[in-house]
């Protein structure tokens, strides 16, 4: 990982075209801004791990609604 120190309106380059600026700092928070192009999927940690976590909930649903199927037809 990483771990750079930047100010109000500095930032840092992700590849070419990827460009992370500082907006706003407070107490405890950080505001940033992220440009990329409209294909690089942005996510918040969280919502990733939600995402994951539902994605793996679908895929289990769908194997064992599949076994139920499968033996029904027996």
Do not use: C, W, Y
């Not at 405890?28 to 909930?57: H, S, Y």
């Amino acid at each position: 990982m990483l771990v750079i120190t930047r100010k109000n309106g500095e930032g840092l380059l992700i590849g070419e075209n990827v460009r992370v600026t500082v907006v706003e700092t407070a107490k405890d928070r950080v505001k940033i801004g992220i440009e990329a192009p409209p294909d690089v999927k942005i996510i918040r940690n969280e919502l990733f791990d939600t995402e994951k976590f539902n994605m793996q909930a679908a895929l289990h649903k769908s194997a064992a609604d599949l076994l139920s199927i499968i033996k029904n037809q027996e």
